[in-house]
């Protein structure tokens, strides 16, 4: 069972460390069992002997180390493995072992003291470059001594000088925010929308109307959907001109008729309408031709072939993805770069060729896939021109996107070149920016389109061409119009419903509805009640509704429609009052004169019955009278007294008591109170209730407009409206817009003016009484000079290390991997015992139900196990904390190589690769080679993607982007006592270019600030029907 394994893990090792097996001994007492049971276990228990073991050595001998390999003690300097590679070649060989945390020292910055002295040790004073940096901007540069190309910049306070250039800037913006009391606050108190003199008087006319809506009644009406109708209009143009072919006559005569059935089913019976439309029981016909003669292929718009199309695009679209990406991006940036072009031009253009080859590959196995294949003959094509309108119209949309960044880029550039002062202002910069931006979208509002239309018609999309050009004709001809129509026709914006009751049942009205049908019966009442009152479900019964009111209804369409409300209000509520007082209350209440005089029970309320649409008494509306209440109380006192006598008499007490008792409670306290409550109470009862009732109605309000204010109407619209902001407001605008800002311009324009002379004098005077004598390059910082920029100030510096630091971390990357590749064999050998004894029980014992009992030899061989993990696992972490560098988070994401450089260590890394990994690392993990490069996204043997791979995770994945000649970077230098020897014989025998296997060509070209984006294709651009598609650009609206 463990054969295979055991062999594969001792072929590393020599014939004296192979791990030495043992049989498991099993102790088994069966006393006065029969002979047969006997005999059987003893037979199991040779069978187990024989294949069931355990390790009785297993020496733990960790792979030699590849950079100290004779202080492991193992004879390496000569050993040949499989396939003829030494381990000298790696190079692994006796040398001095390497200490990684020695690999990379940081350099130290603190060279102000030197830099503050000349080669005297005096103190350095300022030369003439400094003192003129000095006057200018208020700061000087000295040049480091550890680091060549670098500066340290000194800032003096403004208390000790401030430079021309800062004092220039300094009145420019004085200036500026002086004209922006002039010509935006001034202006904005006058003409803005807040705190103006136009929002003055918008607020008079606002008050004013307000007022004469409250009295009489503006009309208030609105278009409602414009832009749902227009959208319908737009859809019906789009397809208006299509004719269905002649073979398909006969399905689209077939479809009107299930939409007309339809419709007439919708009036009568309750279904969900877009579920059962989704999948007619029709064919649907999709082929259509134009007036010209034009076939418009419509499949793609079948639901069913969508969705059967759907898997296979989205494998298509992740698997073309892979394999290609950072090749193909780095050698175009490294092509284009040789032609001198800007970064901008070089993102845009490899962006573009980028999308192009995928959205090529993407095509291209579309086309060939043999699902797409089975869905019907050219719905391939379709997916494809599908694909490339929705690419295409997006690309018209950021075209024109651009075209409006470029105009107003320029138009700020421009500003600021003619109006240094006025471009300070923000808020006038940002108008004249709007106001370029809505002239420009004026202008180009139809660009997106025909720019859409001549990228379509260039890759001839016929049936794109054809929809885009009936959509443009729409809306540049017909939408104006129908917008201008569809504005006059307008709705009031409020309706409001005056309910009348109708007093006698008689005149109600019942109306029955049958299968879409309604008409109104003769009301009639009826004294026998029907079972059945409640509206039915089923489409095949008639419904019934009874109608108590009068509806009138009143708008705001005309001019003194409060007047008109008024009149429908006064007229439903004397009515309804009069109802409900002169008939609800007195005889049909609970505590009405009705309840008060009759005898009986009466049931004031009628109910329809929906049997055959008469009107019955309401059981439910039963409502008890005086007299009957009385009755009631008198039978619950003779049921009491009853109820008492016929017990049997078993009490603590005795009948002959308690009898007494309960005379007195039921006689006196309930028949005598309660019947003095009924007859006193419930009569006054009745009188109170009929007094509040009305005393509430006469306290009732109305509130017609809900969006507004609701209460003080008229105070807010004579004290608000009109009072502060009609009369009020337009004083203060005027008094600020032509009294305060001037005053404060001029008052900031003075102090601008005599500061920036100010300035000059305290300046000059500072510069040449203490600056020029006395001013020294600084060797701190103090309240008078600050340093501002330097080496190990600003974050945005890199450190350069030499390609042997690199390789040397590499290797100690690569024996990492063969130790994991190693610790993951070792453990699944030191558990197959384990797992041999388990399949031995579940291959014997399972059929009869028997589980592996944890204890006994199965606990040893558990117990073994884990010592040797432990031994194991010990003797790995001392092993990998050597190889461990000791570098930062920080310090890692800084390091980088020079382009040249960086392609020699990424070449000997995949050469090192190629000799070591198919042998040390590949053929112990537990997958396959192609598997292994295939979670690397990664082809098969490309040893070079997998250097870079490793590399970015040595230390980050800037560390493939090769330093530029304008980055800032510092030297990162190993400890003297590191020997990089090997490493260095390494880079000199590296061969690149013409001469040699460039094995990576331009792949790591420095990037600069250029951003690629990994390419990216919605799978919805493949369905019409999706509302939203993009691809890997930002959607922006409409320039």
Request: charged share 25%; net charge positive; aromatic share 10%.
């Amino acid at each position: 069972m463990s054969g295979a394994r055991s062999n594969n893990n001792n072929n590393h090792l020599p014939d004296s460390l192979e791990p030495e097996r043992e049989p498991v001994k099993f102790d088994v007492h069966l006393r006065g069992a029969p002979d047969e049971v006997v005999q059987l276990v003893q037979n199991i228990k040779d069978v187990a002997e024989q294949f069931l073991y355990h390790w009785k050595t297993f020496p733990l001998v960790l792979p030699p180390s590849l950079s100290s390999a004779g202080a492991t003690g193992g004879d390496t300097g000569s050993a040949q493995h499989d396939g003829g590679v030494s381990l000298s070649s790696l190079p692994r060989r006796l040398n001095k072992h390497i200490n990684l945390r020695d690999l990379f020292l940081a350099p130290s910055f603190d060279e102000l003291d030197a830099v503050a002295v000349d080669g005297k040790g005096e103190p350095r004073r300022l030369n003439g470059k400094h003192l003129e940096c000095i006057r200018e901007r208020g700061e000087f540069e000295v040049e480091s001594l550890n680091f060549p190309g670098q500066v340290h910049k000194w800032l003096l306070s403004q208390l000790l000088q401030k430079g021309t250039e800062r004092s220039r800037d300094s009145l420019l913006n004085d200036l500026a925010l002086a004209l922006r009391f002039i010509i935006v606050t001034a202006k904005g108190r006058l003409v803005s929308h807040f705190f103006s003199l136009y929002q003055a008087v918008r607020s008079l006319v606002t008050g004013l109307l307000k007022l004469l809506d409250i009295i009489i009644g503006v009309p208030s009406l609105q278009a409602h959907n414009l832009e749902t109708k227009i959208r319908e209009e737009r859809w019906q143009y789009l397809v208006a001109e299509l004719v269905c072919r002649s073979e398909f006559e006969d399905s689209l005569e077939l479809l009107c008729g299930f939409v007309r059935r339809q419709l007439r089913r919708a009036t009568t019976e309750k279904f969900e309408v877009e579920r059962e439309s989704s999948h007619p029981p029709v064919p649907v016909p999709y082929l259509f031709l134009t007036p010209k003669g034009v076939e418009l292929d419509l499949r793609l718009f079948n639901r069913d072939t969508m969705r059967r199309a759907l898997p296979a695009l989205v494998a298509i679209l992740e698997r073309e993805t892979r394999g290609w990406f950072l090749h193909f991006r780095e050698r175009l940036i490294s092509e284009l770069r040789s032609q001198k072009l800007p970064d901008e031009e070089i993102e845009r253009e490899v962006n573009q060729a980028v999308m192009k080859e995928y959205l090529q590959r993407v095509y291209t196995s579309i086309l060939s896939h043999p699902d797409l294949l089975a869905l019907g003959e050219g719905i391939p094509q379709l997916l494809v021109q599908q694909a490339q309108s929705v690419v295409l119209m997006h690309r018209a949309v950021e075209n024109v996107q651009k075209k409006l960044t470029k105009t107003k880029d320029s138009l700020k550039q421009r500003i600021e070149y003619m109006y240094p002062v006025f471009s300070r202002i923000r808020p006038w910069m940002r108008d004249k920016l709007r106001s370029a931006e809505n002239h420009f979208i004026e202008e180009c509002q139809w660009s997106a389109h025909e720019e859409a239309l001549m990228l379509c018609t260039s890759q001839r999309l016929h049936q794109t061409v054809y929809f885009l050009n009936r959509d443009l004709t729409f809306m540049r001809e017909r939408e104006p119009v129908l917008l201008k129509e569809l504005r006059k026709v307008k709705t009031p914006t409020r309706s409001f419903q005056w309910l009348t009751q109708i007093w006698f049942p008689s005149n109600w009205i019942v109306r029955r509805s049958f299968q879409g049908q309604s008409e109104v019966i003769p009301t009639v009442q009826s004294a026998t009640a029907t079972s059945i009152t409640m509206p039915r479900s089923d489409p095949s019964q008639a419904v019934f509704l009874v109608e108590k009111e009068v509806v009138r209804t009143t708008t705001t369409r005309w001019p003194m429609w409060r007047w008109i409300n008024y009149c429908h209000r006064t007229w439903s509520w004397m009515w309804n009052a009069m109802f409900f007082f002169g008939v609800v209350i007195p005889w049909c209440s609970p505590v009405s004169l009705r309840a008060l005089l009759c005898v009986e029970p009466f049931m004031p309320d009628l109910e329809l019955s929906q049997v055959n649409g008469t009107l019955f008494p309401r059981k439910s509306s039963l409502t008890p009278t005086l007299a009957s209440r009385l009755l009631s109380l008198w039978r619950h006192i003779s049921k009491s007294r009853t109820h008492f006598e016929t017990k049997p008499d078993t009490g603590f007490i005795g009948k002959g008591f308690t009898r007494h008792l309960n005379r007195l409670w039921n006689y006196l306290v309930k028949g005598l109170l309660g019947t003095l409550c009924v007859v006193l109470i419930f009569p006054l009862v009745c009188f109170v209730t009929s007094f509040c009732s009305l005393a509430m109605a006469l306290t009732a309000f109305i509130c017609p407009d809900p969006t507004r204010n609701r209460y003080l109407v008229i105070l807010e619209a004579i004290l608000w409206n009109i009072g502060i902001q009609g009369g009020i407001q337009p004083v203060l605008a005027l008094f600020v817009a032509f009294f305060m800002c001037p005053l404060i311009s001029v008052t900031i324009l003075t102090v601008g003016v005599l500061r920036y002379w100010c300035r000059l004098l305290w300046d000059t005077a500072s510069f040449h009484l203490v600056i020029k004598k006395r001013g020294r390059v600084p060797a701190s910082d103090s309240f008078v000079v600050k340093r501002i920029a330097g080496p190990g100030l600003a974050s945005n510096y890199f450190y350069q290390v030499r390609p042997e630091q690199a390789l040397a971390a590499f290797e100690a990357k690569l024996e990492l991997d063969e130790l994991a590749a190693y610790q993951h064999e070792t453990e699944q050998t030191i558990l197959q015992p384990q797992k041999d004894f388990s399949q031995f029980v579940e291959a014997c014992f399972g059929p009869f139900s028997a589980q592996l009992s944890k204890t006994g030899p199965y606990l040893c061989l558990q117990k073994e196990g884990q010592d040797l993990m432990s031994a194991l696992h010990e003797k790995l972490e001392r092993r990998r904390r050597d190889l461990q560098t000791g570098l930062g988070v920080a310090v890692r994401s800084k390091i980088k190589l020079t382009t040249l450089e960086l392609k020699i260590a990424i070449q000997q890394a995949a050469l090192m690769l190629e000799r070591f990994y198919p042998l040390h690392v590949l053929q112990r993990l537990p997958i396959n080679e192609e598997d292994y490069w295939e979670s690397k996204g990664l082809s098969v043997h490309d040893w070079a993607g997998l250097a870079g791979l490793m590399y970015a995770d040595i230390f980050s994945l800037d560390f493939l982007t090769p330093l530029d000649e304008m980055d800032t970077k510092f030297r990162l230098e190993p400890h003297q006592q590191v020997d990089l020897s090997r490493y260095t014989e390494m880079v000199h025998g590296a061969e690149l270019g013409t001469g040699g296997p460039d094995l990576l060509g331009p792949v790591y070209a420095p990037r600069g600030n250029i951003q690629v984006h990994s390419p990216y294709l919605e799978v919805s651009a493949f369905n019409p029907r999706s509302k939203v598609t993009a691809t890997n650009r930002k959607q922006e609206k409409r320039g």
